[in-house]
């Protein structure tokens, strides 16, 4: 069971950094996602983890205080709007044009609501 745990929190750590960089991919949760199977699956992946320089104090200070620094938010937002905006423009259906904003919408209301550093 350990590996399993080990393997999962390896695969959302691997999707979690991908999504620092493609804003489709909700990085926050992946790398929760990690702490919670590497919590379970090894304590020296967690304890990497948890001190790690970049990833490590944002965790925590997600954990504790359920913060996202404003610099955070601003580069999330940006790159989800410019993203989604140069998705729906290259789009045809007028469908997918309107679910990909309503994603950005609801997705820039989901980041908002969290307490900024």
């Known amino acids: 069971m350990k590996l399993l745990y080990i393997l999962l929190g390896t695969i959302s750590l691997i999707l979690g950094i991908i999504g620092i960089f493609l804003p489709v991919l909700p990085t926050t949760p992946l ?7 590497y919590y379970r699956g090894s304590s020296r992946l967690y304890a990497w983890l948890m001190n790690h320089p970049k990833l490590g104090s944002y965790i925590r200070k997600f954990r504790e205080h359920k913060v996202i620094p404003r ?21 045809d259906p007028i469908g997918l044009k309107c679910l990909m904003i309503a994603i950005a919408v609801g997705v820039t209301i989901h980041i908002l609501s969290y307490k900024s550093e």
């Open 31 to 37: 790398l929760l996602l990690t702490a919670f199977f």
């Open 71 to 91: 610099r955070v938010k601003v580069y999330i937002l940006t790159m989800l709007w410019a993203s989604l905006l140069y998705c729906t423009y290259i789009l």
